[in-house]
C-alpha cells in the first residue's frame, strides 16, 4: 500500500461518518417532517454541507502525485473532514443528548454562530492546501479561485452573526447553485473523470 492510500483510510473513515450522520439527518427530517416544523433553509444546508463533501472527498485526490509524506500533512488532512463533521453534527445533533426539537427554524437560528464560523474557516484551509500542492498548482486555479474562496468567507462570517432570514436564504441557494456548477465543470476538466474525454470531444 502506497503512503497516500494509507493516509487516506482515515480522513475517508471521518468524511464518511459526516456524510453518514447527514444523510440520517435528512432521513429525520423526512420521517417527522408531519410532527416537527421543517425549515426548508436548514435543510438545505444539510444539502450543500453533503456536496461539499462530496467536493472535498474528490479534490483529495490530488495529493496523490505527493511523494513527500509528513505528521503534519497526515493532520492536515484529516482538518477538514474533521470540520465538516462538526458542522453535520450541529445542523443534526443527536436526538439522545438533546432536548426534542420542535421548530428547525428556531434551533438553525440558535445555533447558526456555530455553523457558520466553523464553514468559514474550512475556506482558508482551502487556500492554504492549494498552496500546499505548490505555487504553480495555486496560479493554474486563477484569480476566481481566491475571490470565490474569500467571498464565501465573508459571507460565512455575516451569515455567523445575522439572523436576517432572506439573506440565510439567499446564501443557502447561492452556494449549493455555485458548487453543483464547480462540480459540474470538474466533471468536463477533470483529465481522469469519468465520461470526461467524451465530453471534451463534444
Same mark, same amino acid.
Given at each position: ?40 433553509? $436548514? ?5 450543500? *454541507? ?6 472535498? !472527498? #474528490? @479534490?483529495?485526490?490530488?495529493?496523490? &502525485? ?70 504553480? $498548482? ?5 484569480? *476566481? ?6 467571498? !464565501? #468567507? @465573508?459571507?460565512?462570517?455575516?451569515? &455567523? ?42
Amino acid at each position: 500500500m502506497d503512503p497516500f492510500s494509507y493516509i487516506i483510510v482515515l480522513t475517508s473513515i471521518v468524511l464518511g461518518l459526516g456524510v453518514t450522520r447527514t444523510v440520517g439527518g435528512l432521513g429525520h427530517l423526512l420521517q417527522t417532517r408531519k410532527r416537527r416544523r421543517v425549515y426548508w433553509v $436548514h435543510a438545505l444546508w444539510m444539502l450543500n *454541507l453533503l456536496v461539499v463533501m462530496a467536493l472535498m !472527498w #474528490f @479534490v483529495a485526490y490530488r495529493w496523490r &502525485a505527493n511523494e513527500r509524506w509528513t505528521f503534519f500533512l497526515f493532520v492536515w488532512l484529516i482538518l477538514t473532514p474533521t470540520i465538516l463533521y462538526l458542522i453535520s453534527s450541529l445542523l443534526f445533533p443527536d436526538p439522545d443528548t438533546v432536548e426534542p426539537i420542535s421548530d428547525w427554524r428556531v434551533y438553525f437560528f440558535d445555533h447558526n454562530r456555530e455553523i457558520f464560523l466553523l464553514l468559514a474557516v474550512l475556506f482558508p484551509i482551502d487556500l492554504i492546501d492549494t498552496l500546499l500542492k505548490g505555487v504553480e $498548482h495555486f496560479r493554474a486555479q486563477g484569480l *476566481l479561485y481566491p475571490a470565490t474562496m474569500a467571498t !464565501w #468567507f @465573508v459571507l460565512s462570517l455575516i451569515a &455567523a452573526f445575522t439572523k436576517n432570514r432572506r439573506f440565510h436564504a439567499t446564501f443557502a441557494i447561492v452556494f449549493m447553485l455555485w458548487n453543483l456548477a464547480f462540480a459540474g465543470m470538474m466533471l468536463i476538466t477533470a483529465q481522469d473523470a469519468l465520461g470526461a474525454d467524451m465530453l471534451r470531444r463534444r
